[in-house]
């Protein structure tokens, strides 16, 4: 893990501005910088409706166009508040069709103090291309980001866009098309996608999800469902189950008594039967392997643009987790010490551990240690909140627990430290989430961590010379003298509950 081996102190990072025109919504997200992770600092939006009438009177609804500019207006004020120098704009479908769209830029940039750029259909589909490189690691299929005015549609795989075309198919456009009739949104829904040939090429393979209508359906399928995680990005579910959802949403005689429609807003729902129609349509049509919900759009997508190629090829994932190190542990260096150390517990003749696990136990060994701060009693519970409802990337939702659970373990008790406690309701239910490969290993990693603190008290320099090795059916902790005065009971009881998990005699040894 070179990019981690030398963590030095953490960059200065200068805010960036990025403010999304949709024909839907006006958006502002302020991240905290311009890096592989990005972690947003401010982030609002007012849903404006600027492309409700589109279709049918070809101009931006001018109620909406006032909205807009009041929104706009303020974004401005909040960027220079919180010290952004630049702030990037774009415009999509509503403002490039509709014939006063020109003249709504014109006054946007008045009240924004910048350029707005009116993005083509094929820019579109390439920023929502490059977002879904910023959050997910060598993303295999087809991303669908649906707004008010348009569909776009991308193949991507690895670290390139393959093929990508924009549909006249936005809620917004489709309802104001088919006068609100969604059986008529059927049919056109249909006649666009079937126009598609490379669509075929999304059978069997992922296909993310993307845009605030979608989110919502995802986040009502949450609350439906029970489902333990409420974090949106990288929510995955069989496709059956979606396309069953979706067909409940469009089919419900009174959406207000759908089970968590209280959450969504009231424009939004407006828009939700058209959106749930587009994507049970698309999922037929694709017959992909899964679907996976994601946060990351066009506005990452632009922010993607913007990093150099040697922050692009970084991990985002083992780049949140250094920089979240760097900002709350006791050291971060200790942190990447960790990961080299607990390296021998998966060398034969130790657990075989695939490339994606040993990404896995990197970055738990990044975070193990970031609620040091916690009242002791709480650091456990605490430590798997933070980690599970954390604004991490590339890493689905099994992964996103099994870091939560592997510093929960790293937290407990030596009398609780086999399971969940029977009154850590959150912990029990975020369980069902958790393979149970990566529930032993959590508790290893766990385990492993807690006996590395015996030794180093937190601090760098030392578990690199107190490697972990085995011998036939044992485990050895090697000791050197320097560091003889270290060994108690407690150290050999954490080292022998290592030993347990992994089924072997645990013993120190002094060099």
């Given at each position: 893990?070179?990019?981690?081996?030398?963590?030095?102190?953490?960059?200065?990072?200068?805010?960036?501005?990025?403010?999304?025109?949709?024909?839907n919504?006006?958006?502002?997200?302020?991240?905290?910088?311009?890096?592989?992770?990005?972690?947003?600092?401010?982030n609002?939006?007012?849903?404006?409706?600027?492309?409700?009438?589109?279709?049918?009177?070809?101009?931006?609804?001018?109620?909406?166009?006032?909205?807009?500019?009041?929104?706009?207006?303020?974004?401005?004020?909040?960027?220079?508040?919180?010290?952004v120098?630049?702030?990037?704009?774009?415009?999509?479908?509503?403002?490039?069709?509709?014939?006063?769209?020109?003249?709504?830029?014109?006054?946007?940039?008045?009240?924004?103090?910048?350029?707005?750029?009116?993005?083509?259909?094929?820019?579109?589909?390439?920023?929502?291309?490059?977002?879904?490189?910023?959050?997910?690691?060598?993303?295999?299929?087809?991303?669908?980001?649906?707004?008010?005015?348009?569909?776009?549609?991308?193949?991507?795989?690895?670290?390139?866009?393959?093929?990508?075309?924009?549909?006249?198919?936005?809620?917004?456009?489709?309802?104001?098309?088919?006068?609100?009739?969604?059986?008529?949104?059927?049919?056109?829904?249909?006649?666009?996608?079937?126009?598609?040939?490379?669509?075929?090429?999304?059978?069997?393979?992922?296909?993310?999800?993307?845009?605030?209508?979608?989110?919502?359906?995802?986040?009502?399928?949450?609350?439906?469902?029970?489902?333990p995680?409420?974090?949106m990005?990288?929510?995955?579910?069989?496709?059956?189950?979606?396309?069953?959802?979706?067909?409940?949403?469009?089919?419900?005689?009174?959406?207000?008594?759908?089970?968590?429609?209280?959450?969504i807003?009231?424009?939004?729902?407006?828009?939700?039967?058209?959106?749930?129609l587009?994507?049970?349509?698309?999922?037929?049509?694709?017959?992909?392997?899964?679907?996976?919900?994601?946060?990351?759009g066009?506005?990452?997508?632009?922010?993607?643009?913007?990093?150099?190629?040697?922050?692009?090829?970084?991990?985002?994932?083992?780049?949140?987790?250094?920089?979240?190190?760097?900002?709350?542990?006791?050291?971060?260096?200790?942190?990447?010490?960790?990961?080299?150390?607990?390296d021998?517990?998966?060398?034969?003749?130790?657990?075989a551990?695939?490339?994606?696990?040993?990404?896995?136990?990197?970055?738990?060994?990044?975070?193990?240690?970031?609620?040091?701060?916690?009242?002791?009693?709480?650091?456990?519970?605490?430590?798997?909140?933070?980690?599970?409802?954390?604004?991490?990337?590339?890493?689905?939702?099994?992964?996103?627990?099994?870091?939560?659970?592997?510093?929960?373990?790293?937290h407990?008790?030596?009398?609780?430290?086999?399971?969940?406690?029977?009154?850590?309701?959150?912990?029990?239910?975020?369980?069902?989430?958790l393979?149970?490969?990566?529930?032993?290993?959590?508790?290893?990693?766990?385990?492993?961590?807690?006996?590395?603190?015996?030794?180093?008290?937190?601090?760098?320099?030392?578990?690199?010379?107190?490697?972990?090795?085995?011998?036939?059916?044992?485990?050895?902790?090697?000791?050197?003298?320097?560091?003889?005065?270290?060994?108690?009971?407690?150290?050999?009881?954490?080292?022998?509950?290592?030993?347990?998990?992994?089924?072997?005699?645990?013993?120190?040894?002094?060099?």
């Amino acid at each position: 893990m070179p990019e981690l081996v030398a963590l030095g102190a953490r960059r200065h990072l200068e805010p960036v501005g990025v403010v999304d025109i949709g024909s839907n919504s006006v958006r502002l997200v302020v991240y905290e910088g311009a890096v592989r992770s990005p972690t947003p600092i401010f982030n609002e939006k007012v849903l404006c409706g600027l492309g409700r009438e589109i279709a049918s009177t070809g101009r931006l609804d001018e109620a909406s166009v006032r909205r807009a500019l009041d929104a706009l207006r303020r974004f401005r004020a909040i960027a220079q508040t919180l010290g952004v120098r630049r702030i990037h704009a774009i415009a999509t479908a509503a403002c490039r069709d509709a014939r006063n769209g020109p003249a709504f830029i014109v006054r946007g940039e008045e009240m924004l103090g910048t350029r707005i750029q009116v993005t083509t259909g094929a820019q579109e589909a390439e920023l929502a291309a490059k977002g879904i490189l910023m959050g997910f690691r060598a993303p295999d299929g087809l991303a669908g980001d649906l707004g008010g005015g348009s569909l776009e549609l991308v193949d991507v795989a690895g670290d390139a866009m393959r093929e990508a075309t924009t549909l006249p198919l936005g809620g917004l456009r489709l309802l104001d098309v088919s006068g609100g009739r969604l059986d008529k949104a059927a049919d056109i829904a249909d006649a666009a996608i079937t126009r598609v040939p490379w669509l075929a090429k999304g059978r069997g393979r992922h296909f993310y999800a993307v845009g605030g209508t979608w989110r919502a359906i995802a986040r009502l399928h949450m609350e439906a469902t029970d489902y333990p995680l409420h974090v949106m990005h990288a929510y995955a579910r069989p496709v059956k189950e979606i396309i069953a959802f979706c067909d409940s949403i469009r089919r419900a005689r009174k959406l207000s008594s759908m089970k968590g429609m209280a959450k969504i807003s009231k424009p939004r729902r407006e828009v939700l039967p058209a959106g749930a129609l587009v994507l049970e349509r698309l999922l037929k049509h694709l017959q992909p392997r899964e679907v996976i919900f994601s946060v990351f759009g066009i506005r990452e997508g632009l922010l993607y643009g913007q990093l150099s190629e040697a922050e692009r090829q970084k991990d985002p994932l083992l780049s949140f987790c250094a920089d979240y190190a760097r900002l709350r542990s006791r050291s971060a260096e200790h942190a990447v010490e960790l990961c080299r150390w607990t390296d021998a517990l998966f060398q034969p003749p130790g657990l075989a551990e695939t490339d994606d696990e040993r990404r896995l136990r990197w970055a738990a060994c990044l975070l193990s240690d970031i609620s040091w701060r916690a009242h002791p009693d709480y650091r456990a519970e605490q430590s798997l909140i933070l980690i599970a409802q954390s604004a991490l990337a590339a890493i689905d939702h099994p992964g996103r627990v099994f870091l939560a659970f592997a510093s929960y373990f790293r937290h407990l008790g030596a009398a609780r430290d086999d399971d969940p406690d029977a009154s850590d309701r959150l912990a029990q239910r975020l369980k069902a989430i958790l393979p149970k490969r990566l529930h032993r290993r959590a508790r290893i990693i766990g385990a492993a961590v807690r006996v590395a603190h015996m030794i180093s008290i937190g601090r760098p320099g030392i578990i690199d010379k107190t490697p972990l090795t085995y011998e036939r059916d044992r485990l050895v902790l090697h000791l050197p003298k320097a560091q003889a005065v270290l060994d108690g009971e407690r150290l050999r009881r954490r080292l022998t509950a290592l030993g347990d998990l992994l089924e072997r005699d645990a013993v120190v040894r002094i060099a």
